[in-house]
């Protein structure tokens, strides 16, 4: 079972900043954040890691709590593209091949 | 230069039929996996290999079987098949180095099964 909690819906103005909270309070000190999303019928896409320090890279940022309990994916500047659903999901890194656990996410709709 | 692919796109089968669906990565990558998202959109693990060595089996009836020929294979046959096995299949590829704590996976557009 996925180890996160998040909302199932949000909505978000075009040009707007996209805040997604993610709940992870049995996180383990060996696992990871990873965000994926999921663009209507494609494949999951890659968003960002991190383990405890904030992370930012070209398509979002990532806000850690200190205690790493709860996280915060955050969209500078929505636009419609961005409308998908939002995965947010701990993977421990001490094997090899281990999956990705996936919850029921939270489905951005980004408006005009 | 597609990173993952999957070919079919789209298979539409009777049930009891036997077929395949394969994955190919260009990136490097030693690990593959097969991801099963049903009619719920839940998604879920099916299987994954590490350097060719099977490392994950989920509860996955053995009429699924993956077969990976090399590194950058990872093939999906499936026997006898029934309607509950109607769903999108994906391929997912990764580097899994020790230590690198990139690991992100790669995946493939998704192969939509459906059992008549």
């Known amino acids: 079972d996925a180890k996160t909690t998040q909302p199932p819906s949000m909505d978000c103005a075009e040009g707007r900043a996209a805040n997604l909270p993610c709940n992870h309070s049995?996180?383990?000190?060996?696992?990871?954040v990873y965000w994926y999303r999921q663009i209507h019928s494609q494949g999951p896409q890659y968003i960002i890691h991190?383990?405890?320090n904030n992370e930012t890279n070209e398509m979002a940022s990532l806000i850690i709590t200190e205690d790493r309990k709860s996280s915060t994916l955050i969209l500078p500047h929505a636009t419609l593209r961005d409308t998908a659903v939002y995965y947010c999901i701990v993977r421990s890194l001490n094997q090899a091949g281990t999956a990705l656990i996936f919850g029921k996410g939270t489905t951005l709709s980004v408006s005009s | 230069d597609t990173a993952v692919s999957q070919t079919p796109k789209y298979l539409v089968t009777q049930m009891g039929n036997d077929k395949s669906i394969k994955c190919e990565q260009n990136?490097?990558?030693?690990?593959m996996y097969w991801y099963k998202q049903d009619s719920k959109k839940f998604l879920k693990i099916m299987f994954s290999?590490?350097?060719?060595?099977?490392?994950i089996n989920e509860t996955v009836p053995n009429r699924f079987s993956p077969k990976s020929p090399d590194k950058a294979h990872l093939n999906l046959h499936i026997n006898s098949l029934e309607l509950g096995d109607s769903a999108v299949y994906f391929c997912?590829?990764?580097?899994?180095?020790?230590?690198?704590?990139?690991?992100?996976?790669?995946f493939g557009p998704g192969t939509r099964l459906t059992v008549l």
């Open positions: 290999y590490n350097n060719k060595e099977l490392i």
């Open positions: 049995t996180i383990s000190g060996n696992e990871y």
């Open positions: 991190g383990l405890k």
């Open positions: 997912a590829s990764s580097q899994e180095n020790m230590g690198r704590v990139e690991n992100e996976q790669f």
């Open positions: 990136l490097g990558h030693d690990t």
